[in-house]
């Protein structure tokens, strides 16, 4: 089911970095303790934190790393600009989470995702497989160390160009 | 300057929850090394903590506490259910930035707010004091245990109606 | 090579509460942005979450959740009441993490266990596979709601007993 | 009671950075949604935030800046690498809580804190003021970007030497 040549610095753990199936990435989450508030669920910030986790992962299995792009003579990074979400249903604790995440813009210096959340493990039994949790509309910019908007590297733009949906 | 008397219950520290001036809620936050990340620069998901903090604040200084609201038989808690943020400017390590917070509505199970996040102190250097580092708006709801809306208690309502912007 | 059976309600994620290999659990960590800070390291504090990952999931692979213990009439928690813990080398954006715990002590309220987490790869090449990064001793409890020590529920202690390293 | 020329930058907000009181360094902490957990309580990794903001409030009290030390030829950071702490309490949401830092040894490379956190306030109630909640022994070393240590600059030691607690 999983595809170690995926990842294939992953030493074992071949769904390390999530999965591509086609333009879509999916990737697995646990809520923990860290992840929860005193009101029972998910703390509303912390659905960014999984989301960049897939946006992050999504990069790493098309061959993008942070690591390359900010050593060098000229640090880049990727920086949000914008975000627009929806908090539909709330996870708890134990739950089972899948980030699913499509790139729908890459050019220039600006990258855009679609970004979804769904349940697909309710530990308390509450919420049925594949339900909504949070959506998202992601602007991010490749940028500088002076935080400039910069042209993406050629190899980003065109490890991305065929996963971009259309 | 401060005003101890808008938190009685300060034990010294009479900002510890802010200061309201008129219908503005305004809390200073400092970056510490928790809240950057590689980059070098505030990590995106905690500005919408430093939003919350000034959201609580706010309704502490009139009075609405998150634990009278919660203990009790009917355990309230108030939920975001969207957001639209644009981050402006980045912080960095050792700035002091002041939280801005609006309350726009409070009616029915609903709240918004509007916020922006401002930078006073500039530790580097390099942001003139004022610049707009974020701003966001704030849909939340008051929510049972069972994750419903539940109209605002009147406590609440009351507190808040004068100072919702107009 | 890993064994969904362990985790039944994996929905394909089989990885996704880490592997048991006879008494000790094992958890694989990417470093993601959150993790670090703008001196180019894991944050110290988020080592500590990441070994909770660990000790949860170790927990879940022989039967104890967190809602289980948590729901009902007489709700209980597992809390820390000491650690002690050396950070022997610093993690990086995009590394790939292993913690590893052993639980060595399960018996009326307390919990001990003994952590390591250690590089599996280092993204920047830093750093040779196996390398420890942090280890830790960790004396826990099981508390109820007033926070007062409670003993461990017979079902946990049965199927923690032939786990508990001797 | 506050001294606003202990940070002349704090435009407005006197305590910002706590206060020293001879070589006792005081921080108030608000407990805020983003620090509980589900169940109920601060989540425990999190006191570690709260005694590193005191212990970088400290420095910044005395002239010392992460900013200084990180910027230049030969970029400086301070890392933990030992801590030994206990839970001995715990705090709940909307508590005010005061951190309490000395430093006891600065030479060489090597700096080591004691730290306490006590409660100030308790919303619900139930704690008493001054109850300790946490309690630790912190070893840290100044590093430069290889992760090796280096001898504290001269300047650090010498704004150290008056307060190290003998």
């Known amino acids: ?31 923990y303790y860290e992840d929860t508030d005193f009101s029972g669920v998910v703390y509303h910030a912390n659905y960014l934190k999984f989301a960049e986790r897939s946006r992050s992962d999504f990069l ?5 790393h942070h690591t390359d792009l900010f050593d ?13 979400m929806d908090f539909v249903k709330p996870a708890r604790i134990d739950d089972l989470l899948e980030v699913r995440t499509r790139y729908v813009k ?48 050629a190899a980003v733009r065109e490890a991305m160009a065929p996963l971009v949906a259309s």
Chains 1, 2, 3, 4 share one sequence.
Do not use: K
């Open 1 to 31: 089911m999983s595809d170690g040549a995926q990842d294939p610095a992953g030493h074992g753990w071949p769904d390390a970095s999530g999965r591509l199936d086609g333009n879509l990435h999916r990737l697995a989450i646990r809520v």
């Open 60 to 64: 790493r299995l098309i061959g993008v």
């Open 72 to 84: 060098g003579d000229d640090p880049l990074a990727f920086a949000i600009h914008r975000m627009e």
């Open 106 to 153: 890459a050019s220039g210096a600006r990258i855009e995702a679609t970004q979804e959340i769904v349940c697909l493990v309710s530990a308390g039994g509450a919420m049925p497989e594949g339900e909504v949790l949070w959506r998202a509309q992601v602007y991010a910019a490749c940028i500088d160390q002076a935080g400039r908007p910069r042209r993406l590297p």
